[in-house]
């Protein structure tokens, strides 16, 4: 709708649709994404303690949700969710201290946070199959 | 009031978007290191009881220690994703309704979160 509002019409810097898509930009959004993912996935830690609090009866029930194949891929992406947030946290935390701003250092912590993310993803769930 | 002396870099100072400068930012960072050590217990709890029935869960999960735990996840995994999401709606919410709501709706949602899971783990701990 064209507006005649100067604020309508002021020139804007070039913003996310100028560049083109690159590791770190993915790995910025992919901390936001897993963070907001989790926000509601710790509804699921909740359920399970509430569950768990409630009594044998529930607990059984909602332990069958968790276990049937649905539950376990939400629990395997919730799982791959807080690893990946995780490792990009700590990427974060050796970004503040001023360290791996460079490009190929950090491009080495993004390939080295996925990698780690999938692999305790991948270790969690296999140590919980023993387990069980 | 009673600030005709500062410069305006000493008023701006400590004002963000959200008037509170820095604390936000430090909190952050501060839940997101307890965050780390307090993911890994309960990914740990989670293999170990993986599959385990009812009186065991209830058993492991009742230790004091573990309750404990529990508690310090849920309080730190909860304060660390509300002002996690109060930047989040922060950067994308601009309507003079919509920003105030969903930024006291994400308090609300928190705070309930965090009072449900304290009663669970309560009641858990205490074996009522
Ligand atoms: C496991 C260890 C964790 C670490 C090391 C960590 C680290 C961080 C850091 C450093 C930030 C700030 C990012 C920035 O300034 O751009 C952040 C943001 C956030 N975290 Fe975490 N976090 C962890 C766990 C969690 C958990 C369990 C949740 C949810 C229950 C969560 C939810 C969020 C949210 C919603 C944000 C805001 C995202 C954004 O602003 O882009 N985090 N986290």
Not at chain 1, 109 to 120: E, F, H
Not at chain 2, 106 to 125: D, E, P, Q, R, W
Request: net charge positive; hydrophobic share 60%; charged share 10%.
């Amino acid at each position: 709708m064209a507006s005649t509002d100067l604020r309508d019409r002021r020139p804007l810097s070039p913003h996310l649709q100028v560049y083109r898509p690159n590791l770190t930009m993915m790995m910025s959004i992919l901390h936001r994404i897993t963070g907001a993912a989790l926000y509601f996935a710790l509804l699921l830690g909740i359920w399970w303690l509430v569950a768990l609090a409630s009594g044998p009866e529930y607990f059984t029930f909602v332990n069958g949700i968790f276990g049937s194949w649905f539950g376990l891929l939400i629990l395997f992406g919730a799982t791959y969710a807080l690893f990946h947030h995780m490792m990009g946290g700590i990427r974060h935390l050796i970004w503040d201290t001023g360290r791996a701003f460079a490009i190929p250092a950090a491009e080495h912590m993004a390939w080295m946070s996925l990698a780690l993310a999938a692999g305790l993803t991948v270790l969690v769930f296999v140590a919980g199959w023993l387990a069980a | 009031m009673g600030r005709g002396f500062q410069t305006p870099l000493r008023r701006a100072r400590g004002s963000g978007s959200a008037h509170e400068g820095t604390s936000h930012f430090l909190a952050q960072r501060v839940t997101a290191v307890f965050s780390i050590l307090l993911a890994a217990f309960v990914m740990v709890l989670a293999v170990l009881l993986a599959g385990s029935d009812y009186e065991t869960a209830r058993a492991v999960a009742g230790n004091p220690f573990v309750a404990a735990g529990l508690l310090a996840a849920a309080a730190t995994f909860v304060y660390h994703m509300m002002i996690g999401m109060q930047v989040i709606i922060e950067d994308y919410v601009h309507g003079a309704l919509a920003r105030p709501l969903l930024l006291a709706a994400n308090v609300l949602f928190c705070g309930l979160v965090f009072i449900l899971s304290a009663l669970a783990i309560a009641k858990i701990a205490f074996g009522a």
